[in-house]
């Protein structure tokens, strides 16, 4: 007899953990399934996303810092670089964080499947493991299989030479001591912050003019210039002949051109910040070649839907393999929720797990606000930081308002000239008709923490007038909220 629950989940990454959380909270039972090996919940980010990256980016911050004590008076002598050790630190944080996720789920009393979970009926979920197969019956239905990594034709991984986010979180021997990124979104301006600090030689390709393609362009340009001022080389409107790649004795070697020449081709990806909309890219005709000890591809991830066996149910999914959801994460099936990666979007752990949490709501018969993608905070954790979330001035303009912008550099913010980071910027965008905040654009010291301040006002319909009113404790890096706040209201003090 199959066993009943009033919510089975397939996938236990954030937006599969979390929301079983809340379903409990809720007074739901519930069932949450996870394929992965040795059934570790926590999706990409706890295993190979977000904790371990973040893990390695904390080493490589450290390092830079060791290194460049002596203008702070501490002298360390020759810094050593012990890759495995960071390795195993990174594991440590993974191992611990996939406990509590454990722990979590038996004190909110989650029944934990370990299998590959697909739909035999709308409401009956099939669990296969090397065990055997179960079936469990489900009043409701969350799928959380969110993304993996994805390539171009040609550019196969082989987790040596050729290799994606998950072979590097994953390593723990060596790292290239020189590495060519194809592509700079999160994943290669990440990497490539962190390989720099590695002593690694970095050189970043991207198809597009400009790095961070999807944030403000003065994020992109002050990006660049930081870069390439730590020996970063960096190469927009370039586009990598995937068709041209060699494997040498020490690496690989690929052949690189103007992104403009050529015919333009579309690509495999699935998504990534796109949310469906193709990259562009194509034959690099001519051109230089460019050689390293490994070739990082960052050109976006795909939705993993294809164990689900979708056909059975009415769920409709686009030809990118996003799920079609309205704002409570309802799929076109009755009772069949969808969240996270898989639903598109920014593509976000915090995102993926707020998602989680309004489906996890709505079935259960509460009234949560819809989703509203305006009030995502975006976060890149190279160095330096960048966040973001709403619009831009111009997208703010594509949209019909009458948009102004007002910026203050952390330059003239004490605290960061104490820590060392005196680059950057935070920006404000309003509404000139009504004071709304439309979004907010950060790029320097911590500005991952200091974007919520802006979220949170946004949420509560807040003004730049009221941020500016609140009190920043002094010294403090979030005086920098404080102070783009009073320059949109055409009054900073400290510049
Ligand atoms: C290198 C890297 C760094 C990142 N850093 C950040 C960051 O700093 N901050 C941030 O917000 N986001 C970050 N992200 C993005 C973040 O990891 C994802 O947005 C988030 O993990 C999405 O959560 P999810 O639950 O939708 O999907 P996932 O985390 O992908 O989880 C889906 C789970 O479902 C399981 N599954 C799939 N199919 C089935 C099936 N049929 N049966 C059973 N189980 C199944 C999978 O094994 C997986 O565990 C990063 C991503 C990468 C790759
Ligand atoms: N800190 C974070 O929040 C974080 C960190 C890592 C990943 N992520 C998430 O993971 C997802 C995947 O990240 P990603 O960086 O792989 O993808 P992405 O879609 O964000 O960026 C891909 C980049 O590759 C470029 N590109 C595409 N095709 C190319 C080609 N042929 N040659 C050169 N450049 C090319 C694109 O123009 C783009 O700039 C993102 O949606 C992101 O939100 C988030």
């Given at each position: 007899m199959a066993e009943k629950f009033d919510l089975v989940i397939i996938g236990g990454g954030n937006a599969g953990y979390i929301p079983a959380i809340r379903a409990s909270q809720l007074g739901m039972k519930v069932a949450l399934i996870e394929k992965r090996e040795g059934g570790h919940l926590g999706g990409t980010c706890l295993n190979v996303g977000c904790i371990p990256t973040k893990a390695l980016l904390q080493?490589?911050?450290?390092?830079?810092?060791?290194?460049?004590?002596?203008?702070?008076?501490?002298?360390?002598?020759?810094?050593?670089?012990?890759?495995?050790?960071a390795a195993k630190r990174r594991e440590q944080v993974v191992t611990q964080l996939r406990r509590g996720v454990q722990g979590l789920m038996k004190k909110n009393k989650v029944t934990v499947y370990n299998g590959v979970g697909s739909f035999v009926e709308p409401k009956k979920i099939k669990v296969e493991n090397g065990e055997g197969?179960?079936?469990?019956?489900?009043?409701?239905?969350?799928?959380?299989?969110?993304?993996?990594?994805?390539?171009?034709?040609?550019?196969?991984?082989?987790?040596e030479k050729v290799i994606s986010s998950d072979d590097i979180v994953t390593n723990n021997e060596s790292y290239p001591k020189s590495v060519i990124i194809l592509g700079s979104g999160a994943v290669g301006v990440e990497f490539a912050s962190m390989y720099k600090d590695f002593g690694t030689e970095v050189t970043i390709?991207?198809?597009?003019?400009?790095?961070?393609?999807?944030?403000?362009?003065?994020?992109?340009?002050?990006?660049?210039?930081?870069f390439e001022k730590r020996g970063i080389n960096v190469m927009t409107g370039t586009k990598a002949d995937p068709e041209s790649l060699e494997k040498t004795d020490s690496g690989v070697k690929i052949k690189i051109a103007s992104a403009d020449s050529g015919e333009?081709?579309?690509?495999?990806?699935?998504?990534g910040s796109y949310g469906g909309e193709d990259p562009p890219t194509g034959d690099a005709d001519g051109g230089d070649t460019i050689e390293a000890e490994a070739l990082l591809v960052a050109v976006g991830r795909k939705t993993v839907t294809e164990d689900l066996n979708l056909d059975v149910t009415d769920v409709e999914i686009n030809e990118r393999g996003i799920i079609q959801v309205d704002g409570y994460g309802q799929t076109a099936a009755d009772g069949i929720y969808a969240a996270g990666d898989v639903v598109g979007g920014?593509?976000?752990?915090?995102?993926?797990?707020?998602?989680?949490?309004?489906?996890?709501?709505?079935?259960?018969?509460?009234?949560?606000m819809p989703m509203d993608r305006s009030l995502v905070p975006r976060v890149t954790y190279c160095r330096p930081?960048?966040?973001?979330?709403?619009?831009?001035?111009?997208?703010?303009?594509?949209?019909?308002?009458?948009?102004?912008?007002?910026?203050?550099?952390?330059?003239?913010i004490g605290k960061a000239l104490i820590e060392g980071e005196p680059n950057g910027f935070f920006k404000i965008v309003t509404d000139a008709e009504t004071d709304m905040i439309l979004g907010m654009h950060a790029i320097g010291p911590k500005v991952t923490d200091l974007i919520t301040e802006g979220v949170f006002a946004k949420l509560v319909e807040g003004t730049p007038e009221e941020i500016a009113m609140t009190i920043h404790p002094h010294p403090s890096l979030s005086?920098?909220?404080?102070?783009?706040?009073?320059?949109?209201?055409?009054?900073?003090?400290h510049f």
């Open positions: 080493t490589a911050h450290l390092l830079h810092d060791a290194k460049n004590g002596e203008e702070f008076g501490v002298k360390t002598g020759e810094v050593e670089f012990d890759y495995p050790q197969t179960e079936e469990l019956e489900a009043e409701k239905v969350l799928i959380s299989t969110g993304s993996a990594v994805n390539t171009l034709p040609g550019l196969e991984f082989d987790g390709v991207e198809i597009l003019d400009r790095l961070v393609p999807l944030e403000d362009p003065e994020i992109s340009e002050a990006l660049r210039k930081s333009k081709e579309e690509t495999k990806g699935e998504g920014y593509w976000l752990a915090h995102e993926a797990g707020h998602e989680g949490i309004i489906a996890a709501e709505h079935m259960a018969g509460e009234d949560p930081e960048i966040a973001s979330f709403g619009l831009t001035k111009a997208q703010a303009e594509e949209e019909g308002y009458e948009a102004k912008e007002a910026k203050f550099p952390f330059q003239a005086e920098v909220v404080g102070e783009a706040a009073m320059a949109a209201e055409g009054h900073p003090i």
